[in-house]
């Protein structure tokens, strides 16, 4: 089978004939399952899955109405995969911290900086198509809108998260925020997404200037 172009930067694709999201699919759902068996903690498990459930959701019933390319839909199944894996073995808990951990008797769990780091990174591209495409926006204001979504929904995230922490009462903030002792984790938090936007819309950028792509 060869690989087409368009059935990765087409946002017109009908579902039943996009074979590449529906093998995205396809993979997410076997993956999704495996993590769905015995999680660490089934009430962060519940928590971090729900949100992720809603996201999906939006996706799927938009899609007639809007479509993103299967670029930007690989990018969110990446990130999609990185989060579900988190959500199984809480983020404070993951194989990669324990490994860290233990080879370089790190204090801290770093995989959710790692996410954080990677909503930005692999988010920034389907935030500036839809720019593009239903908001026609164009030039710097397209790559500068997409860095601001995302330090938007960073913000929102942590939000989100105090909330979590109050709803559950005593021990909230450990389950929730997870801040390890770090007073500035929040910050840091939205940081790294801001510095995964950058970095994204920046080489974006570049990559287009040096195609002489002026308009995009």
């Given at each position: 089978?060869?690989?087409?172009?368009?059935?990765?930067?087409?946002?017109?694709?009908?579902?039943?004939?996009?074979?590449?999201?529906q093998s995205m699919i396809f993979f997410f759902l076997i993956f999704f399952g495996l993590m769905a068996i015995h999680p660490t903690n089934w009430s962060q498990w519940l928590g971090y899955n729900l949100s992720l459930l809603v996201i999906i959701l939006l996706l799927a019933f938009t899609y007639k109405k809007f479509?993103?390319?299967?670029?930007s839909y690989l990018l969110m199944f990446i990130f999609f995969c990185l989060h579900t894996y988190a959500a199984h073995y809480t983020y404070e808990?993951?194989?990669f911290d324990l490994w860290l951990k233990t080879s370089f008797h790190t204090k801290r769990s770093y995989y959710d900086r790692i996410v954080h780091f990677?909503?930005?990174?692999?988010?920034?591209?389907p935030f500036l198509e839809f720019l593009?495409?239903?908001?026609k926006l164009h030039r710097i204001w397209s790559y500068l809108l997409s860095v601001v979504v995302v330090l938007s929904l960073s913000a929102l995230f942590e939000i989100f998260e105090m909330l979590g922490a109050l709803v559950a009462g005593p021990g909230g903030e450990a389950t929730f925020v997870g801040m390890q002792g770090d007073i500035f984790d929040t910050q840091k938090d939205m940081a790294l997404g801001l510095l995964g936007s950058m970095i994204s819309m920046g080489t974006l950028a570049w990559i287009n200037r040096k195609k002489g792509i002026k308009n995009k």
């Open positions: 089978m060869t690989v087409n172009q368009r059935d990765w930067t087409s946002n017109s694709i009908p579902f039943s004939k996009n074979i590449p999201l479509s993103f390319s299967n670029f808990g993951t194989p990677s909503f930005g990174l692999f988010f920034s591209f593009k495409l239903k908001l």
